[in-house]
Structure formats: structure tokens, C-alpha cells
């Protein structure tokens, strides 16, 4: 139903859009893109080096996205951005099956990352409108659970196939409705990729790349309220249908839940919390409970305008001894959101719930103080130490001892530089040490990283 809905909308504003281009106006067009290379070294990261399969990865990632947009008027314009991100291996792994085993090089699909419609004070309503593929970052609070619509491919896209309206209630009030319709792969749009078997490994479905554990909708009531100077809220709903993902049926599940942000001088506390529930297609229930809490504070007039944080986050997990599942589910944020490393570490754990990839981030006690310092108008530094902890105990496999709740440690590091307004570069290392949540003989992990990126 909201794909049918979705493609209505979207042909509705393209003819839209057509008939005004055709009408008397001055149609102002821009264009531009970026390229990003990436090098990322991980070392033990996906199996603390407890698989038999083991092998340590290090690779080129090289994303180019080309973009142009056109604006009838002040109210009704076009966008589109084409992307492409290659990749090269060195070393002994690849992840390509037969008959390409051994490849280095993965030349991806060149694919559509974004294309959509925006409307702006519709029927001169109070009212504007973007339907068609677009992203989400920045956009829903932190991105606790509207983040990444496509979360298989790592950071090559973040787009959703959506529908958003916002009405503007006032200027300090507003609400955005989203529908939204997340395939397994792209079904909506054409692509151009390498010819490949049918059965091309878990990182391709019938010859695309693979973007999501399932096929997955979703619709959305977000409210954004600056209450005043000093606080700021975001209560929200969110319906989300999952296809098969693994042994699980389909799920239906509802999330109930607000982000609050207060500041005061150069403090600033951002809180979050999210009540889950629905269920299986078999009639299994599934409820959850997730938020978290952070306290900062920034030192403006201080030399390296040094700011620190402490913070906790808390997602529940499925005990065991029940009948209902209790573990948290991120929805559309399968994403980095306090390290890098850990997304990958806890995939075989999470699997079952949410597929062969990364960053589904549950059963979880997460403890971070974190640092930022500004070593120069173009150069900052941010340093954390992460103490992890299980919610629930699991199940003994050869990676969990099944008989402990204390994942690890974490530090992270990255420092970021913007050479010129149009090159801008970072470096990040992370470092893991796997408690006794891990069998003994887990080793430590490590993720690097280095990037350079080039905007015009």
C-alpha cells in the first residue's frame, strides 16, 4: 500500500512539476559533486579473530556523486545526484564468491542516490512537500532511529524511497508525516552494474547490490517544538513492517517515544527514550525500551575551546526465558552512532533479528566520556573512552561465553582537517577489548581510517 501511495505522489508532483516548467518562469539550475577516497584497515573486527574463516581486511573506497537540481520558482524544484563507489582490496580478502573469487577489484552499480520533488506551501497551504528518493541525516534528532534507509551498503548511500510533508504549524512548531518504502534492493529506480551469477554472494540480490536485510516500509508522525530559548523537543511516531529477515516471520512494530534537548549557557543536555511494540507473524509479541543520556558542557573562552561529555545509553534485550522478544530494534538507524568498530562486531550476534549486517545496535549498557578540542580553526580532535555492557545474557557460541555481561572497552579518535573549503580530510582509529562477554579466546580489535574528500 505505500509503495502504491508512493508512486501516486510521485507522479503527481512530477506533473506538477512538468506543468510549471512549461508555464511562463525562469527555471534556475545548479549542478555540482564530490569525490571521497577512503582507506579502512580492520583488524579481528567482525570475530575477534574466533572464526576459523578469519581474515583481517584492507581496502580503497573510492564514491564520486554527481548532483544538478532545478527551480521553477521559490516553491516548486527538481533534484538528482547519481553515485558510484568502487572499491579495491589489498591483501587476501575479498568478499567475491566464484567465479570471482580472489578479485581486488569491485566496481559497484552506478545507481541514483538521490531523486525527488520538492513542494513548497502546497495549494498555498502552510504545507511543503518532497516526495521521490532522499536523505535523512541531520534531519530526526541524532538519528537514533531515522538514520539510514540503506544500511547494507555502509556509508555509499543513507537515501529513503519517501514521502515527506511538513506542516508549518508556526515558526517554533512543526510536523513531518514520512511514508516510507525500504527494499531489500532497489526496485524503484534503474542502475548500471557488472553482469554477476544469480547466487553473488550475500552482498548482491539477483544482481544488485544488496540494501537492506528485507524488504521494510514504514510511516512516520515527527514533531519538532522549540518550547523556548532553552528547550527543545521532538515527540515522535513510527510504524515499521519488516519482510522475513533469517528464521524470524514478518514484523509489525510500533515505537512510541520523544528527544528532548535543554541548554543552558555552555551546558547542554540531550536526552532520548522509545517504547517499543507489536508483533510477529506467528504471534509472538515483541516489546522494547531504548534512550539514552548525555551532559556536556563547551568552553568557548578557553584556549582549544575544549568541550566534554558523559553519557549513557540503554537497549534492552530479548531475555531468553520468555515468550515474548524483548530486544531493542534500531528501526532506520543501522548506523554508526557512538563508535565505528562495534557495528561490525556484533553482526554474527545480532543476525538472527536483523540479517548479516552491520549496526543493529540492541541489548546494550553503554558508558562514553568524551572530549573535543579545537587545535585550530581548521583542525579539531575528539577522544572517547566506551565501557559496554549486555542488557541480557546470550546464548554460548564460538565468539559469546554465554555466562557473562561485560562486552568490553572502547576508545575512539578522530581528528579532522579542512584544508581548503573545498578539501577536507580525517583520521580515526578505534581500539576494542573484548570483556567476558567473549569467549577467551577473542582478541582485540582495531579500526582505521583515512579520508580525503573533494566538494565542488
Known amino acids: 500500500m505505500i509503495k502504491k501511495c508512493l508512486a501516486v505522489f510521485f507522479l503527481l508532483c512530477f506533473g506538477a512539476a512538468v506543468y510549471a516548467e512549461i508555464a511562463p518562469a525562469e527555471v534556475k539550475t545548479d549542478f555540482g559533486g564530490s569525490f571521497r577516497l577512503r582507506q579502512e584497515y580492520w583488524e579481528n573486527t567482525t ?7 578469519h581474515a583481517d581486511r584492507d581496502f580503497f573506497r573510492l564514491r ?13 524544484g527538481a533534484y538528482i545526484r547519481i553515485g558510484n563507489e568502487a572499491k579495491y582490496y589489498l591483501g587476501s580478502y575479498t568478499p567475491f564468491p566464484a567465479p570471482d573469487m580472489g578479485k581486488q577489484f569491485d566496481e559497484d552499480e552506478l545507481y541514483v542516490d538521490n531523486f525527488y520533488i520538492d513542494a513548497k506551501n502546497v495549494f498555498g497551504l502552510p504545507v511543503d512537500v518532497r516526495v521521490g528518493r532522499q536523505d535523512f541525516l541531520g534531519m530526526y534528532g541524532e538519528g537514533f532511529l ?19 510533508a511538513t506542516l508549518k504549524i508556526n515558526p517554533k512548531n512543526s510536523v513531518d508525516l ?11 529506480l534503474p542502475s548500471l552494474y557488472p553482469s554477476r551469477p544469480n547466487a553473488y554472494g550475500f552482498n548482491y540480490v539477483d544482481n544488485k547490490r544488496r540494501l537492506n536485510a528485507s524488504d521494510e516500509t514504514g510511516v512516520v508522525l515527527y514533531g519538532k517544538s522549540k518550547i523556548n530559548e532553552n528547550v527543545y523537543l521532538e515527540p515522535y511516531y513510527i510504524y515499521k513492517t519488516e519482510d522475513i529477515v533469517g528464521a524470524n516471520p514478518a514484523l509489525k512494530l510500533n515505537t512510541l517515544g520523544s528527544r ?19 508483533k ?13 543520556l548525555f551532559v556536556g558542557r563547551k568552553y568557548e573562552k578557553v584556549a582549544l575551546k575544549p568541550e566534554w561529555e558523559l553519557g549513557y545509553v540503554y537497549l534492552s534485550g530479548n531475555d531468553r526465558s520468555t515468550t ?4 531493542w530494534n534500531p528501526l532506520f538507524s ?17 543476525a538472527a533479528d536483523g540479517g548479516a549486517l552491520p549496526g543493529y545496535w540492541t541489548n546494550l549498557h553503554l558508558y562514553k566520556a568524551g572530549l573535543k578540542l579545537a587545535l585550530a580553526s581548521a583542525t579539531s580532535l575528539a577522544v572517547s573512552y566506551q565501557y559496554l555492557q549486555a542488557d541480557q545474557n546470550t546464548a554460548a557460541t564460538s565468539m559469546l561465553s554465554g555466562n557473562s555481561k561485560e562486552r568490553g572497552q572502547l576508545g575512539t579518535l578522530m581528528l579532522t582537517h579542512a584544508f581548503t573549503k573545498q578539501i577536507t580530510g580525517f583520521l580515526q582509529a578505534e581500539y576494542f577489548i573484548p570483556g567476558k562477554f567473549y569467549v577467551d579466546q577473542a582478541q582485540n580489535a582495531a579500526f582505521l581510517r583515512w579520508q580525503l574528500q573533494y566538494t565542488f
Not at 543501522?334 to 545480532?350: G, H, K, Q, V
Open 146 to 164: 531515522i538514520l539510514d534507509g540503506t544500511p547494507a551498503d555502509g556509508s555509499r548511500s543513507f537515501y529513503f524511497n519517501a514521502f515527506k
Open 47 to 53: 570475530d575477534l579473530q574466533t572464526s576459523a574463516t
Open 64 to 76: 564520486t556523486l554527481l548532483w544538478g537540481k532545478a527551480d521553477v520558482n521559490k516553491e516548486l
Open 260 to 278: 528532548a534537548v535543554l541548554t543552558y549557557g555552555e551546558w547542554k543536555v540531550r536526552a532520548e527514550y522509545a517504547h517499543q511494540f507489536g
Open 280 to 292: 510477529y507473524d506467528n504471534d509472538i509479541d515483541r516489546t522494547a525500551n531504548g534512550g539514552y
Open 324 to 327: 515474548k522478544h524483548e530486544g
Open 334 to 350: 543501522r548506523a554508526p552512532m557512538w563508535n565505528e568498530l562495534y557495528i561490525y562486531t556484533i553482526i554474527s550476534e545480532t
Open 178 to 188: 514520512l511514508l516510507i518504502s525500504d527494499p531489500e534492493k532497489d526496485t524503484y
